[in-house]
C-alpha cells in the first residue's frame, strides 16, 4: 500500500515534468513560429519596397535619359554630372610604343605598362602589378596617398625588362585611370569634385590630382608625363573601341558603379570651349550619382546612405554597387535578428557593425544551391560566430541576398538602356529619330543614330561584381532584353576585363607627346 502510494507519487510527478516539457517545447516551437512568421513578414515588406516590375523599371530608363539630357544642358542641370573627358578621339589600334597605366579607383591599385605594335603586331606584351591600397591612406592626407602611387609605380618602371622599348627621345608616358569625379580642364588635368567609395582624403579636394602625382613622381627623382587622366570608365570605353569599333557605352560595376559613352560634341550645350573636329565626346556620366523618384528606395536604403561617408550622394551606386549590397542585406538581417529573434534572444554584436556582410560573401550565400543551404550556414558562422540556425531561417536570408542583388541588377540594366534611348540606339526610334514626346517630350534628334555606323552597339562592362556574380549578371542581362525587346538583338554587353587600365595606356598613347613615326 505504502509503496503503491509512493509509486503514484512518481507518476503524478514524471506526468508533471512530462507536461512542464511539453509546455516548453510547445512555447519554443510556438515562439519558433512567431519569430518566422514575423521574420517573413519582414521579408515581405522588403520585397515589395524592392520590386522593378517593368513599368517601373521603363520609368528609370526614362528618367536616366531625361537626366542625361539635364546634366548636358547645364552646369548642376542635373544629378547626373555628364563631365566632358575631353577624350575626343578614342584609339583605332594603330597606337605604338611603350606606355604606361596607373589606376586607383577601389580596393586595389594597379600599376601597368604595354608595348603597342600598331595594326599588325597590337598589344606585343603587356605586365601589370596590384596592390591593396592600406585602408589608413584612403583616409589620410593626399601627399601620403600620392606617394604611395608613386612609390609603386617607379618600383615597377625599374623592373621594366628588355622587351619593353622606349623610341630615342621619348619619355614614359602614363595614362591615370583614377576613378573618382574630376572636372578636368584639359585631357591631362582635373580637380577632384568629391571622393567616394569609401575614400575620404579632405586636402585632395579641389586639388589638381594630375598635377599632384606629376609632383610625387618627380621628387622621386623620375621623369614620367601623365599625359591623360581618365576615368576607369573612360578607360574601359578606349580599350573596348581600340579592338571593336562598335563599343559606344563602357560601364563599371565592381566597388562602385559608373558610365561614360560617345556623345555628339554639340549636343553638351554647356561645352562653352572649341567644338573638337571629330564631333564627339566622351562624356563621364557619373551616373552612381543619379537619382530619381522611381528608383525604390526602402529604409535599408535610408540608414545605409545617413551612415555613409557621403549621404545624399551616390544613391544610384549604393543601391547597386559592390561596396554596398551585401551591406544592404546585412541591414536586412539586423531588423530580423532585432524584430524577430531570428539568431537567437541577442543581436551578435558584429552583425550591428556597417560592412561586415560583404558581397563577395552576399555572393556565395546566393549561389548555395545545396538542399541543406550548407553555405548560407557557413558564412554565417565564420563572418558572425551564428551557430545553428535552422533551414528556415537560411531559406530567408538566402531570399534576402537574392532580392537585393535582383533590384540592383535591374536597375544597373535600366541605367544602360536609359544611356541607348539617349543616343538612339534602343529601338524606339524610327528613322534615326526619336519618337515626339518620348523622353517626356525631348527629342534630342541631332544625337540619333548618327555616331558610328554598323547598327550594332557594344557596351563594354568592367567590375568584379558583374565578373564574378554570375545572378547579378544573368538578372541584369536578363532586364536588358526585357527593356530592350527586339532591339536587344544588336546590343551586346562584352565582359573587358581589366580593359581600365590597358586602356589608359592606350589613351597615352594617343594622347602622347612624343609620336612615333
Ligand atoms: P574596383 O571596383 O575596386 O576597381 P573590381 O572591379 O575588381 O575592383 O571589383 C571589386 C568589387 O567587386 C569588390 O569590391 C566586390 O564588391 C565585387 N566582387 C568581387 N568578387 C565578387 C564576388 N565573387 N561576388 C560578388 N561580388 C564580388
Ligand atoms: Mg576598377
Known amino acids: 500500500m505504502g509503496q503503491s502510494k509512493a509509486m503514484a507519487g512518481v507518476y503524478i ?32 515588406e522588403f520585397q515589395e519596397a524592392c520590386e522593378t516590375p517593368l513599368p517601373r523599371l521603363r520609368q528609370v530608363v526614362d528618367a536616366m535619359a531625361v537626366e542625361m539630357h539635364a546634366g548636358l544642358v547645364s552646369e548642376g542641370g542635373s544629378k547626373l554630372k555628364m563631365l566632358p573627358t575631353f577624350i575626343d578621339h578614342l584609339p583605332d589600334g594603330n597606337e605604338k610604343g611603350l606606355y604606361y597605366a596607373v589606376d586607383l579607383g577601389g580596393t586595389n591599385f594597379r600599376v601597368l605598362r604595354t608595348q603597342l605594335g600598331g595594326l599588325e603586331g597590337r598589344v606585343i606584351k603587356q605586365e601589370y602589378e596590384e596592390v591593396a591600397i592600406p585602408p589608413e591612406l584612403m583616409l589620410g592626407t593626399s601627399e601620403q596617398l600620392f606617394d604611395f602611387i608613386a612609390k609603386e609605380l617607379v618600383s615597377f618602371v625599374a623592373r621594366e625588362g628588355e622587351d619593353f622599348r622606349l623610341h630615342e627621345g621619348q619619355s ?12 578636368q580642364t584639359a585631357v591631362n588635368s582635373g580637380t577632384l569634385l568629391q571622393w567616394t567609395k569609401g575614400f575620404k582624403v579632405n586636402d585632395a579636394i579641389g586639388q589638381d590630382v594630375v598635377a599632384a602625382l606629376q609632383g610625387s613622381i618627380e621628387r622621386r627623382g623620375y621623369k614620367m608625363r601623365i599625359a591623360a587622366l581618365v576615368n576607369d570608365t573612360v578607360g574601359t570605353l578606349a580599350g573596348g ?17 559608373n558610365a561614360c559613352y560617345v556623345e555628339r560634341a554639340e549636343s553638351i550645350s554647356k561645352w562653352g570651349g572649341e567644338l573638337p573636329k571629330s564631333g564627339q565626346m566622351v562624356i563621364n556620366m557619373e551616373w552612381g550619382n543619379f537619382w530619381s523618384s522611381h528608383l525604390p528606395r526602402t ?16 544613391g544610384f551606386e ?11 542585406v546585412r541591414r536586412v538581417l539586423v531588423r530580423m535578428a532585432q524584430q524577430a529573434g531570428i539568431f537567437g534572444p541577442h543581436v551578435p554584436h558584429k ?20 538542399s541543406d543551404l550548407k553555405m548560407v550556414a557557413e558564412v554565417l558562422k565564420t563572418v558572425y560566430g551564428i551557430h545553428n540556425t535552422t533551414l528556415g531561417i537560411r531559406k530567408i536570408v538566402l531570399a534576402v541576398c537574392d532580392i537585393v542583388c535582383q533590384r540592383g541588377a535591374r536597375l544597373a540594366a535600366a541605367g544602360i538602356v536609359g544611356i541607348l534611348k539617349k543616343i538612339g540606339r534602343d529601338g524606339s526610334t524610327a528613322n534615326g529619330f526619336i519618337r515626339r514626346n518620348d523622353v517626356n517630350g525631348i527629342h534630342d534628334e541631332l544625337t540619333v543614330n548618327s555616331i558610328g555606323g554598323s547598327g550594332k552597339t557594344v557596351v563594354a562592362m568592367d567590375g568584379g561584381l558583374y565578373e564574378h556574380y554570375s545572378k547579378f549578371r544573368n538578372y541584369m ?3 536588358v532584353r526585357e527593356l530592350l525587346g527586339d532591339a536587344a538583338k544588336n546590343v551586346f554587353i562584352e565582359l573587358s576585363k581589366d580593359g581600365s587600365g590597358i586602356g589608359a595606356a592606350i589613351l597615352a598613347a594617343s594622347h602622347a607627346e612624343y609620336v612615333p613615326t
Open 13 to 44: 510527478a514524471c506526468a508533471a515534468a512530462a507536461c512542464a516539457a511539453a509546455a516548453v517545447v510547445l512555447t519554443q516551437r510556438v515562439k519558433v513560429r512567431s519569430q518566422k512568421y514575423t521574420a517573413r513578414k519582414i521579408l515581405v
Open 172 to 183: 614614359r608616358e602614363i595614362g591615370f585611370t583614377f576613378s573618382f569625379p574630376c572636372k
Open 241 to 257: 573601341r581600340y579592338w571593336n569599333n562598335d563599343v559606344m557605352i563602357a560601364v563599371i560595376l565592381g566597388t562602385g558603379t
Open 299 to 314: 529604409y535599408v536604403d535610408e540608414l545605409l546612405d545617413n551612415e555613409s561617408l557621403n549621404p545624399g550622394e551616390y
Open 318 to 328: 549604393k543601391m547597386i554597387s559592390g561596396m554596398y549590397l551585401g551591406d544592404c
Open 351 to 370: 552583425l550591428l557593425e556597417a560592412f561586415t556582410l560583404q558581397t563577395p560573401d552576399m555572393s556565395k550565400m546566393h549561389h548555395d544551391d545545396s
Open 477 to 479: 542581362q536578363q532586364a
